[in-house]
């Protein structure tokens, strides 16, 4: 029997993670990352996809395909894209699974062009500053999430059907 799928989804400049401002960033490389996403995953009875992509449009890409690709789930990191692109805003929008942003670093806490998130505005939950931590604990909200609503047999608890003004 398949598992359900989570998609990990991480924006520019996130492939050299280890080497990239260690001081922000801490020193682990994506691979490592993403081996500790895995295991938080197994753990919880998912198999994840790990995909990073530099370009905006191949994040829209990914995002568009996520849920006739059958994830229950995605956890994004946009990166810089995060402060600016309206295009992400509208991909995170129209996915019909729920989406955890997240970031390593606590934007609210950096430069003043950092301490926004446009595309969160779309997200169902968003958690940044705890390091590669966030990557695990949005695995354990998404099966929350996902547990909760097939005891309640509702979709509230993601409903992305406002408008986000
Ligand atoms: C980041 C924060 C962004 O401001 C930055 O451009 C990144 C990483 C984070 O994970 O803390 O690339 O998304």
Redesign the pocket.
């Known amino acids: 029997m398949p598992r359900p799928k989570l998609l990990v989804l991480n ?4 492939g050299i993670l280890g080497r ?1 401002e260690p001081g ?2 801490g020193r682990l490389t994506l691979s490592e990352l993403n081996a500790r996403v895995e295991a938080q995953a197994d753990l919880l009875g998912f198999d994840c996809d790990f995909r990073q992509h530099d370009g905006e449009g191949e994040l829209v890409a990914a995002l568009n395909h996520a849920d006739e690709e059958g994830f229950v789930g995605i956890i994004f ?7 600016y692109s309206i295009a992400l805003l509208d991909a995170v929008a129209a996915c019909a699974a729920p989406v955890i942003e ?6 609210f806490a ?1 430069e003043p062009f ?1 301490r926004r998130s446009v595309t969160a505005k779309a997200a169902t939950g968003f958690i ?2 705890l390091g590669a931590n ?1 990557y695990e604990l949005a695995v354990q909200a998404i099966a929350r999430l996902l547990s909760e609503e097939s005891t309640t047999h509702k979709s509230t608890t993601h409903d992305k059907s406002t408008t986000h003004a």
């Open positions: 924006g520019p400049n996130l990239r922000v960033y990191n946009p990166g810089a894209y995060t402060h997240v970031h390593l670093s606590n934007i950096r950092r940044a500053g966030a």
